[in-house]
T-cell receptor, first 112, second 113 residues
Framework: GDSVTQMEGPVTLSEEAFLTINCTYT??????LFWYVQYPGEGLQLLLK?????DKGSNKGFEATYRKETTSFHLEKGSVQVSDSAVYFC???????????FGTGTRLKVLA | DAGVIQSPRHEVTEMGQEVTLRCKPI?????LFWYRQTMMRGLELLIY????????DSGMPEDRFSAKMPNASFSTLKIQPSEPRDSAVYFC???????????FGEGSWLTVV
């Protein structure tokens, strides 16, 4: 069945460091891929998405590129801030379906 | 624009009591989801409604859980009787249609003692 695998956390970085959170997926066909972010005490918010191969999603300085050849959708940010501390979830949804498959989440802590 | 609104935000209840969680989806959205989040299992889809009709309830843990959507602007998730293992964050989410991005509420944090 479909699945999403994220790198284990927590990830601890200093402010202005480069961030990569790895995400790989298994799915039939061409799923849409998503990154959601959950700040402490809040619900999940859509961060970015990509709907087809080679698409790049971007928002708030975060980027992720849909790589079909490596079945990956790694999240990157060039310079993290303390306010980026949160849990990040990678997810997929098969085209035309309602069901999202979420990864287990990666906790990011950014130190000043 | 108002997002998905859930209530209560926090609830502490005793084992055996009935718990009712409420959700108001984003206006105009016709798909509604209930998720449960725990440290052990992560995010689990409990039930999915489309146009107020339950389409997939395969994630509902057992008969103690029930969900209703009497109209397009309101849904409830009920646990009766509640047990300590039901302690979790319950999220409601909605979307404009099949395949559209889903938007989450802030969650209902349930503790059963």
């Amino acid at each position: 069945g479909d699945s999403v695998t994220q790198m284990e956390g927590p990830v601890t970085l200093s402010e202005e460091a480069f961030l990569t959170i790895n995400c790989t997926y298994t799915a039939t066909g061409y799923p849409s891929l998503f990154w959601y972010v959950q700040y402490p005490g809040e619900g999940l918010q859509l961060l970015l998405k990509a709907t087809k191969a080679d698409d790049k999603g971007s928002n708030k300085g975060f980027e992720a590129t849909y790589r079909k050849e490596t079945t990956s959708f790694h999240l990157e940010k060039g310079s993290v801030q303390v306010s980026d501390s949160a849990v990040y979830f990678c997810a997929l949804r098969r085209s035309g379906t309602y069901k999202y498959i979420f990864g287990t989440g990666t906790r990011l802590k950014v130190l000043a | 624009d108002a997002g998905v609104i859930q209530s209560p935000r926090h609830e502490v209840t005793e084992m055996g009591q009935e718990v009712t969680l409420r959700c108001k989806p984003i206006s105009g959205h016709n798909s509604l989801f209930w998720y449960r989040q725990t440290m052990m299992r992560g995010l689990e889809l409990l039930i999915y409604f489309n146009n107020n009709v339950p389409i997939d309830d395969s994630g509902m843990p057992e008969d103690r859980f029930s969900a209703k959507m009497p109209n397009a602007s309101f849904s409830t998730l009920k646990i009766q009787p509640s047990e300590p293992r039901d302690s979790a964050v319950y999220f409601c989410a909605s979307s404009a249609g099949n395949g559209d991005t889903i938007y989450f509420g802030e969650g209902s944090w349930l503790t059963v003692v």
